[in-house]
């Protein structure tokens, strides 16, 4: 890969891509036969989880990585040390997500119970009346924070990495080493398949993350260490230099680790595979997993690595589309429900409308001053009115 410092275009395009995909991921939720909060094919299409599976075993993981590698980034840039960075982490993250559970996500858990539980009330006396109460009806918490859970161990991952951070200098550079002693070589994708092995295999709930944060012992075994491994990336040589050596044959374990689970799924469907196939089903997964975000990040940089006028604008608004995306997917969905169309009508009409509510989403807060920072933008002017004031100090230079 190229050098380790500085900023890498490619790596932006992969942050921007993994959303994008993440969106997609959680439109097909809503036609298998996992559990979701609304379903538009009934009964659901179980061929449909050959193709989930593309994304389902490295999605999360990617996502933990580049963020690892977008925090080292603005590590770097923070003229406030360790407390500013974590001040600037809490305020970027905390701030959306409270807002987030207080409004954005509101609606997921009314269409949840009505769907699933025969819940009967509006959603305004949802609101009024259930909502807030602090509890659980009929095992859906209430507030929750539904799919920006992510945030929540986002949070939790970095408050862990200043404690690291604080750690003696000696002590970091120990670790960095020992880290790139085992993985920048052709350790990379053995150790990494067999840490994602152990992670999944040994760590309770496995591979069904809970997302409620405690006793999520196996995501945050899987987790962390990926996102430590993204904010290693960035600063080692070494590292990088092993993964565009090997990124190809990531590709092609992971290839390999999804025909295996693609057999799975076609000759077992929701059935449970005799034991003895498990280790080979852990296995493959791992093996997708952990090769697939290698590849990625490979491809990334031999690849994605330019700049673009549309770079600034689409990372910008990664952010925004998550904290939205799913609550207009749910809502559509469920309305849905009520139309006769199929699920081939219904997948196009909800990811046109998810990426158009997205936008709009996105372009009319970031134009909106006190909205910015609740949708996970910089405080400051909205858009606009930014490039005017830019204008008119460039008219004004001009005329003195």
Known sequence: MGQAQGRHYGMDWLRIGAFQLLILYHVGMAFVPWDFQVKDANP????????????????LSLLFAVSGYAS????????GGIGGFLRSRIARLAIPLLFGMAVLVTPQPWVWLITHYGYRQDF????????????????????????????????????ALCLILALPAVVRRAGRRACELLLAGPGLLPLGVLFVYIARGWFSPGWEDNHLF????????????VFLFGYLLRGSEPLRAAIARWWGWAAAGATIGWLILAWFEITYGLRIAPPALWPLHGFARSLESWGAMIALMGVADRYWNF?????????????????????????????????ATGPLARFVILVAATMAGCWIFYLGGREV????????????????AAVKADRGALRDAGAS
């Open 72 to 79: 080292a980034a603005l590590f770097a840039r923070q003229k």
């Open 307 to 339: 700049d673009s006028k549309w770079r600034p604008l689409l990372a910008e608004a990664v952010f925004p589309f998550y904290l939205i995306h799913q609550t207009i997917i749910i809502l559509v969905g469920y309305w849905l429900l009520s139309t």
């Open 369 to 384: 001053r006190w909205l910015r920072p609740l949708i996970g933008l910089r405080a400051g002017p909205g858009r606009r």
């Open 124 to 159: 305004g006396s949802f609101l009024l009346h259930d909502y807030y109460s602090f509890r659980s009806i009929d095992g859906v918490i209430v507030p929750t924070w539904m799919h920006l859970w992510f945030i929540v161990y986002l949070l939790g991952y970095t408050m």
């Open 44 to 59: 659901p299409i179980a061929w449909a989880t050959v193709a989930m599976l593309l994304t389902n075993p490295w999605r």
């Open 214 to 225: 405690y006793g999520d012992w196996g995501a945050h075994a899987n987790y962390f260490p």
